[in-house]
């Protein structure tokens, strides 16, 4: 992380971190943790094409599925992500 970039702004009824990579890191972030303590952190993921395809996959089929179960799961792609929505194409 780059510290001087990083950001926190907190309301009434809402709060949010800005973070920002070091120059030297590439690449997307998948998840994050967060908690009081380093003992009680929680995971969330990113939205990604990624993330979502695993999270339907384990929705749509949560044990060990067949080769033919996993050959007619749907093509997900995440179009677009904003901070009031998220659109997926599901074919």
């Known amino acids: 992380l780059l510290s001087p970039e990083s950001s926190v702004s907190i309301s009434a009824h809402n709060a949010v971190v800005g973070l920002a990579k070091a120059p030297g890191s590439t690449g997307l972030w998948d998840k994050f943790s967060f908690g009081l303590d ?17 999270f339907l996959g384990t929705a749509l089929c949560p044990s ?25 194409r599901v074919e």
């Open 64 to 88: 060990p599925c067949s080769q033919s179960a996993l050959e007619s799961q749907p093509l997900i792609e995440v179009l677009d992500v904003t901070e009031d929505r998220i659109q997926i």
């Open 38 to 54: 380093p003992s009680a952190l929680q995971e969330r993921l990113f939205v990604s094409e990624e993330n979502v395809d695993g």
